[in-house]
């Protein structure tokens, strides 16, 4: 109980750089998966998203939602003798985790209702439900589990809180790896928004820093997040890569492209000057035969 007091002391004088950053990285939550949500609806395609790595996101978002309400439950009881804008920083770390699991949970939405209408992908299409009833059913256990504990003793909440953690960080280190071996396999972004994860890598490497900085937490709520970026990093590098690469192969394939016609249009006139000189090599008209010719591709160019 001492300690609780402290803690809500503590809470009373929060850190101002704390609490503007933590402040902007939640805002900055919500706005990184906006380009990300916006490219699924007009592409009105899901085309290129792995379901392991939507499945591992969301559970993985699961566990870190579970941690955080868990080894924050003191911190939130401080709000009873806090102003609402000192709940509000002090409570930051929780809404911060909570932004992020509904947003990568729209993208798992997202990505069942735009699924690609292919007979050939039914089986895919099968999958892709099975993923999102998974999905629901382990947020389910994990918070009824959450509950159990919370109402035993504060061992018992220590213990499930950083299995928790254990279980968010391995989630999250193989989370972007179907990601990663799916846009490997393709050689193109496809539905991935190269936005999003321009935003959310460097991003993640800062939301890292404020939660280990934040009360209440310990390295099960932030290590998550670091992994992820670093692996977001890596899936940023490959998507600029083969988006270059696509846009130097267009390139190329439009010069190629204009090279033919030229000489397409090269060899038919001087198929035309042979046809007109082989039916009259004393002509005088060949060479007025020939300006026609001309004028009339002049004509038709423009």
Request: charge should be negative; glycine fraction near 4%.
């Amino acid at each position: 109980m001492i300690m609780v007091v402290e803690l809500c002391v503590a809470l009373d004088n929060p850190s101002v750089f704390n609490t503007v950053l933590s402040l902007a990285l939640a805002i900055g939550i919500v706005g990184s998966y906006v380009p990300q949500h916006l490219h699924i609806i007009t592409r009105r395609s899901s085309r290129g998203l792995s379901p392991w790595y939507l499945l591992l996101g969301v559970t993985s978002g699961t566990c870190s939602l579970a941690n955080v309400l868990l080894l924050s439950s003191d911190v939130l009881s401080c709000c009873r003798q806090l102003s609402a804008g000192k709940c509000m920083a002090a409570s930051l770390g929780v809404i911060q985790i909570a932004l992020q699991f509904t947003m990568f949970a729209i993208i798992l939405l997202l990505f069942i209702r735009y699924f690609p209408r292919d007979p050939l992908l039914q089986l895919d299409r099968v999958r892709a439900r099975q993923v999102f009833l998974i999905s629901a059913l382990h947020f389910a256990v994990t918070f009824l589990l959450a509950l159990i504990a919370h109402s035993l003793h504060s061992h018992v909440v220590d213990f499930y809180a950083a299995l928790l953690g254990v279980e968010a960080t391995l989630l999250a280190a193989f989370q972007y790896v179907p990601q990663i071996y799916m846009t490997y396999t393709l050689k193109k972004a496809e539905s991935l928004s190269i936005h999003t994860l321009a935003i959310q890598a460097p991003g993640g490497f800062l939301w890292a820093l404020t939660l280990a900085l934040r009360e209440g937490t310990d390295w099960s709520s932030w290590l998550p997040y670091f992994l992820a970026a670093v692996l977001q990093s890596i899936l940023l590098t490959m998507c600029i890569l083969y988006e270059r690469e696509g846009i130097i192969i267009d390139t190329s394939s439009a010069e190629y492209s204009d090279h033919a016609n030229t000489f397409g249009q090269v060899l038919e006139h001087e198929q035309f000057t042979v046809s007109v000189f082989e039916e009259d090599p004393n002509s005088d008209t060949l060479l007025h035969d020939q300006q026609d010719y001309d004028n009339e591709r002049l004509l038709r160019a423009s």
